[in-house]
């Protein structure tokens, strides 16, 4: 999506016709940046707090430290946003964690929403 912007210059300020001053506009696209959404990871009773910390390793590059701080969010909250990203991104962690989850046999839920 691309918004115009007028932009406005000024010419003619020397010319002998009958103007003194001419105003051009010009119109310029500005792109909108996109939608970013949040990447949901929800607790259960079933999957291995290893398993959902091997997770957010894995597909979200995070470290040791950080995945077992967001794995323990998940298990005292029930929810803890894993990463925000674009509408593509966002949707191929979602797949990827998922279909890792259930190669695995978990019932890990990963889900997405527009931030």
């Known amino acids: 999506m ?33 939608p970013l959404y949040k990447v949901l990871l929800l607790n259960d009773d079933y999957t291995p707090m290893e398993f959902v910390v091997a997770v957010l390793e894995r597909f979200f590059g995070m470290s040791h430290a950080q995945a077992f701080e967001i794995m323990l969010t998940v298990h005292k909250k029930g929810v803890a946003v894993v990463g925000v990203f ?30």
């Open 2 to 34: 691309s918004a115009h912007v007028p932009i406005i210059t000024m010419s003619g300020a020397n010319d002998d016709d009958d103007a003194d001053s001419a105003v051009v506009t010009k119109t310029r696209a500005r792109t909108k940046r996109p």
């Open 86 to 115: 674009s509408h593509e991104i966002a949707e191929t962690k979602v797949a990827q964690v998922m279909d890792f989850a259930r190669r695995h046999q978990h019932p890990l839920q990963c889900t997405m929403e527009k931030e």
